[in-house]
């Protein structure tokens, strides 16, 4: 079993820049891929950027050149760097780790992120 805890959200002024982080409770090392969703209100989860285990990186095209996905092995922790923020950036955002040996699925519990002046 994989806990991921995720940290960072808060309530925001459009442009502004927080960072999300996600630590997991075991070794990032072996991921096939980790990403960040984020579900709205009323909408289903969708997508926000992934990175595999050899760096590669994928975005939704709302938040390309705005978010950049990163990870630290060292500290077992994966990064969303998020700029320029929109109020439709506002939503909870979900960590997710799939891992190598069973491809199984590991979410986080959330963080809400509210973007409004």
């Known amino acids: 079993q994989v806990q991921l805890v995720e940290s960072g959200g808060d309530l925001v002024q459009p442009g502004g820049s927080p960072r999300l982080s996600c630590v997991a409770s075991r070794s990032i090392r072996s991921i096939y891929r980790m990403g960040w969703y984020r579900q709205a209100p009323g909408k289903q989860r969708d997508l926000v950027a992934t990175?595999?285990?050899?760096?590669?990186?994928n975005y939704a095209d709302s938040v390309k050149g705005r978010f950049t996905i990163s990870k630290d092995n060292a500290k077992n922790t994966l990064y969303l760097q998020m700029n320029s923020l929109k109020p439709e950036d506002t939503a909870v955002y979900y960590c997710?780790?799939?891992?190598?040996?069973?491809?199984?699925?590991?979410w986080g519990q959330g963080t809400q992120v509210t973007v409004s002046s």
């Open positions: 990175i595999t285990s050899g760096g590669n990186t």
């Open positions: 997710n780790a799939v891992y190598s040996e069973t491809l199984r699925n590991y």
